[in-house]
């Protein structure tokens, strides 16, 4: 079993900068992927950005030269980086874990808001 819990959301104005934490823990194997998901009010959940154990990553077309994930694999953590935020990035993130078996882990969320 995996628990994540996320950190770092807030109040910031556009164009502002935020980063947002992910801590992992319980059994995590190798060669998992670890990700980030946000969902709008009324919305779905969307994919953000995503990264390998192994430190490939990919980014949805929205937030691609704006936001940044890395990890930190010793310690299970990993991050998002945004910049140059928008109103429509307002959202509750969420973390995500995939194991090598397909097992899928979600966080409880966190709070970004936008204003203009």
């Known amino acids: 079993q995996v628990q994540l819990v996320e950190s770092g959301g807030g109040l910031v104005q556009a164009g502002g900068s935020l980063t947002l934490s992910c801590a992992a823990s319980g059994s995590i194997f190798s060669g998992n992927v670890m990700a980030w998901y946000r969902q709008a009010p009324g919305k779905q959940r969307d994919f953000v950005a995503r990264?390998?154990?192994?430190?490939?990553?990919a980014y949805a077309e929205s937030v691609k030269d704006r936001f940044t994930i890395s990890r930190d694999n010793p310690k299970n953590m990993v991050f998002l980086r945004m910049n140059s935020l928008k109103p429509e990035d307002t959202a509750v993130y969420y973390c995500?874990?995939?194991?090598?078996?397909?097992?899928?882990?979600w966080g409880q969320g966190t709070q970004v808001t936008v204003s203009s």
């Open positions: 995500n874990v995939v194991q090598r078996d397909g097992g899928s882990y």
């Open positions: 990264m390998t154990s192994g430190g490939n990553s």
